[in-house]
């Protein structure tokens, strides 16, 4: 790539395993500075990801890899907007995001999470294969919450029918929609979302995927373009605040979406000019790609 392109990597720390299939707490991204603006590249090897260096040797190469044109497209808005003197978050109104919970050790769900938990109309869960667990987590949830569950395709569907099957009628009538139960197959899927009756998000699949879901995951730090087939819910990628500010940016300009996005909480006091965390961002040591 002609235009220089600089690289400031981080660890992200978890407390607990942020996934069904990684079970480490530790994850390497990497944010981008390029042409005044910036992006922020993690990938999840575990998920089916490229590794950090492989989509950093892409950029190097001029040939991105889909992840890193989606970073290079966020730097370019930032970039835009910098140049500009634009905050990109002002006369916007940033939609409302579900709780994130990726822990399920907890005994009493209001004890994890708070008193802060009233402050949601949408908890997602990231489940696993411990579908008797979850279940009986899940159905501690106050009633008044909806709810989301991310098996981040780590079930059989036989194992995801067991666990339809520990639910009570009432409960299934409040999850809105479960993300990748397992594995993409366009039928199965068809098959098992009418047999229980639930709605299916399709994250980890192909970009033209057109059956067997009814709301469509678009992470914009992962996948440059938006999706055209159904609802759109609008997440970040569980990386850097830089890109989860880059999330919440576009879930408020999208069309074709649902309510209530999965864009984690956002700090205003760090707008500015672009996607803002200026003095954050500068701070940071930055070294060019090579």
Known sequence: MKD????????????????ALTSSGIIEGALIKHMGGHGCLQPWPRLGDKDL???????????????????????EIDANARSE?????????????????????????????????NDYSHIKLKGNHEVHKISQYAE?????????????SSLTPEQFLQFTQQLTPDFLQRIDFIEDPFPYEPIIWDQYSKLTGLKFALDRGPTDADMGFA????????????????????????????????????????????????????????????????????????????
């Not at 890899?65 to 989606?70: G, I, K, L, N």
């Not at 501690?140 to 981040?152: M, Q, V």
């Open 4 to 19: 220089k392109v600089q690289v400031h990597k981080y660890t992200k720390h978890f407390e607990t395993p942020p996934n």
């Open 53 to 75: 260096n492989y989509h950093l040797q892409s950029i190097i190469k001029n040939e991105p890899t889909e992840q890193a044109m989606a970073c290079l497209k966020c730097c």
């Open 85 to 117: 003197r634009i905050d990109l978050f002002n006369n916007i109104k940033i939609p409302r995001s579900h709780l994130l919970v990726p822990s399920l050790h907890a005994q009493n769900i209001n004890d994890e999470i708070g008193e802060g938990i």
């Open 140 to 152: 501690k949830i106050p009633e008044n919450i909806s709810i989301r569950i991310d098996f981040n």
């Open 215 to 290: 709301i469509r995951i678009w992470k914009p730090t992962i996948v440059s373009q938006m999706p055209e087939k159904a609802p759109i819910c609008v997440t970040h990628n569980m990386d850097h605040e830089l890109g989860m500010r880059y999330a919440a940016y576009q879930a408020s300009i999208i069309n074709n979406a649902v309510s209530v996005h999965g864009t984690g909480t956002f700090d205003e006091t760090k707008n500015g000019d672009g996607l803002g965390m200026t003095q954050i961002l500068d701070e940071l040591h930055w070294e060019e790609i090579s």
